[in-house]
C-alpha cells in the first residue's frame, strides 16, 4: 500500500502559477501509475494528468501545454506545476496511485488516492 498526501494548494490570480506536491509513503511512486485529479462542486472528477511507470506523461487537453506532472523519487514525492492559471482550473486537485497499470487516464483504476488540496483561481 501507499500513503499519499497533498499539499501546495491554495490562491492565485489567472495568469499565476503554482505548484502541488504528493509526498508518497510506504511504497515508492516509481512502481505505480500516478495521476491528477481534480473536481468542483457538483461535478465528477475530471482527468488531469499521469506519469507512467516509465516515467512518459500525458494531459488531458484542458491543460496541456500548461500543466507539467513530474516525480522525485529520492522525495518519493510527485508535483503539479500549474503555470497560466485560469479561473476554470480552480477545483480541489487529488493525486492517485494505481499499482496495476503502467499508465491510465481511468478514475476506476486508481486504488489509492491523496485527501485533496484547494486550488482557487481568481480572475
Known amino acids: 500500500q501507499v500513503q499519499l498526501v497533498e499539499s501546495g494548494g491554495g490562491m492565485a490570480q489567472a495568469g499565476g502559477s503554482l505548484k502541488l506536491s504528493c509526498a508518497a509513503s510506504?511504497?515508492?511512486?516509481?512502481?505505480?501509475?500516478m495521476a491528477w485529479f481534480r473536481q468542483t462542486p457538483g461535478k465528477e472528477r475530471e482527468f488531469v494528468g499521469h506519469?507512467?511507470?516509465?516515467?512518459?506523461?500525458y494531459y488531458a487537453d484542458s491543460v496541456k501545454g500548461r500543466f507539467i506532472i513530474s516525480r522525485d523519487s529520492a522525495k518519493n514525492t510527485l508535483y503539479l506545476q500549474m503555470n497560466n492559471l485560469k479561473p476554470e482550473d480552480t477545483a480541489v486537485y487529488y493525486c492517485?496511485?494505481?499499482?496495476?497499470?503502467?499508465?491510465?487516464?481511468?478514475?476506476?483504476?486508481?486504488?489509492?488516492w491523496g485527501q485533496g488540496t484547494q486550488v482557487t483561481v481568481s480572475s
Open positions: 492517485a496511485g494505481d499499482p496495476q497499470n503502467s499508465y491510465s487516464s481511468k478514475e476506476m483504476d486508481y486504488n489509492y
Open positions: 506519469i507512467s511507470r516509465g516515467g512518459a506523461t
Open positions: 510506504g511504497r515508492t511512486i516509481s512502481a505505480y501509475a
